[in-house]
């Protein structure tokens, strides 16, 4: 299973929406210039992720996308199943790991185990998570040039 640009663009999209100050709108083309992501991607995200409640849209003059909840309360991921649907290492986890051949495969077991341990960590991490990483990063580029 590799996680798709798809899934990595909202991420960025959301992460770029809680680096604003809270209740800030920017531009959907300001987003993807900053977050690299390609123009064509990103209205079908954001469209995914207003839909899902997370992104509020304001048309017209003045308007612009902002973070519709608090950054804390999207983890990575309820982003990739929106965006992906259900998460699966392997296919004979998808849906709730009903394979035929699950009792007589020394395999299962593995997979199941990486795919919990997997699922842990991105349910466990938010984007309030990723915007203090990114905060620590850029304050530590900022540490390395002093001198």
Request: aromatic share 2%; proline share 5%; with cysteine.
């Amino acid at each position: 299973m590799e996680i798709t640009r798809k899934a990595e663009y909202a991420i960025a999209a959301l992460l770029d929406l809680a680096l604003l100050p809270p209740g800030e709108s920017t531009l959907s083309k300001d987003i993807a210039k900053r977050q690299a992501i390609p123009s064509n991607f990103l209205p079908q995200i954001m469209a995914a992720l207003s839909r899902h409640g997370w992104v509020d849209s304001t048309r017209g003059a003045g308007g612009g996308v902002r973070l519709a909840v608090e950054a804390e309360t999207i983890t990575l991921q309820a982003v990739i199943e929106v965006i992906e649907g259900p998460i699966a290492i392997n296919r004979c986890l998808v849906g709730g790991g009903s394979c035929p051949n699950q009792a007589g495969c020394p395999l299962h077991h593995v997979w199941a185990r990486a795919q919990s341990a997997m699922l842990d960590v991105l349910a466990k991490t938010t984007i309030a998570d990723l915007v203090t990483a990114k905060r620590a990063i850029g304050e530590k580029k900022a540490g390395d040039g002093a001198g």
